[in-house]
T-cell receptor, first 116, second 118 residues
Framework: NAGVTQTPKFRVLKTGQSMTLLCAQDMNHEYMYWYRQDPGMGLRLIHYSVGEGTTAKGEVPDGYNVSRLKKQNFLLGLESAAPSQTSVYFC???????????????FGPGTRLTVL | AQKITQTQPGMFVQEKEAVTLDCTYDTSDQSYGLFWYKQPSSGEMIFLIYQGSYDEQNATEGRYSLNFQKARKSANLVISASQLGDSAMYFCAMREFGTNTNAGKSTFGDGTTLTVKP
């Protein structure tokens, strides 16, 4: 199993450009998440999804859009990149097996995005 | 709203000693889970330990234990017999399991950087 994969690993954009980050998981997880992590900081939730075809806003959703057309994929889009979106982006997925430790999130390796 | 507070930006511990990393949380949900993750300098996120809100006993996983005080809304991580490889950033996180609109939402604290001294 590959677990959670993210594409691309690195990207440099110019202000105003658009791009899509792809997250894929092969664990049949219901939940998927997109976070951003600024240097020396914690993870802030951008958007998340509790199932195929559903998405919800997290703490910092402005400037981002997401889609979950297939259960295994969760896409994060930046329509018009800004320097404030320079960050490391992590995708995560988890199952829902009641109130148990199986709800841990499995993380991808991250995408380092720089917006000039 | 969910909130996680980690008040220790940085901590130092001598090798082989124990260390406690603090975490307090706020939620209106009765059913939730608390997680601790480790992020070494290489950047990956590693799951360490879990505590459910209805669990009566404190969770333990090897050298990691969680000091869960529900009434005080605290979930401190205790690392025993620290090793040099424990030097990393540690995050406390919470996830609500209830049926409200935030079910599934996850919140992380700002983290604590732990440095283990030889």
């Amino acid at each position: 199993n590959a677990g959670v994969t993210q594409t691309p690993k690195f990207r440099v954009l110019k202000t105003g450009q658009s791009m899509t980050l792809l997250c894929a998981q092969d664990m049949n997880h219901e939940y998927m998440y997109w976070y951003r992590q600024d240097p020396g900081m914690g993870l802030r939730l951008i958007h998340y999804s509790v199932g195929e075809g559903t998405t919800a806003k997290g703490e910092v959703p402005d400037g981002y859009n997401v889609s979950r057309l297939k259960k295994q994929n969760f896409l994060l889009g930046l329509e018009s990149a800004a320097p404030s979106q320079t960050s490391v982006y992590f995708c995560a997925s988890s199952s829902l097996r009641g109130r148990s430790s199986y709800n841990e999130q499995f993380f991808g390796p991250g995408t380092r995005l720089t917006v000039l | 709203a969910q909130k996680i507070t980690q008040t220790q930006p940085g901590m130092f511990v001598q090798e082989k000693e124990a260390v406690t990393l603090d975490c307090t949380y706020d939620t209106s949900d009765q059913s939730y889970g608390l997680f601790w993750y480790k992020q070494p300098s290489s950047g990956e996120m590693i799951f360490l330990i879990y505590q459910g809100s209805y669990d009566e006993q404190n969770a333990t996983e090897g050298r990691y234990s969680l000091n869960f005080q529900k009434a005080r809304k605290s979930a401190n991580l205790v690392i025993s017999a620290s090793q040099l490889g424990d030097s990393a950033m540690y995050f406390c996180a919470m996830r609500e399991f209830g049926t409200n609109t935030n079910a599934g939402k996850s919140t992380f604290g700002d983290g604590t950087t732990l440095t283990v001294k030889p």
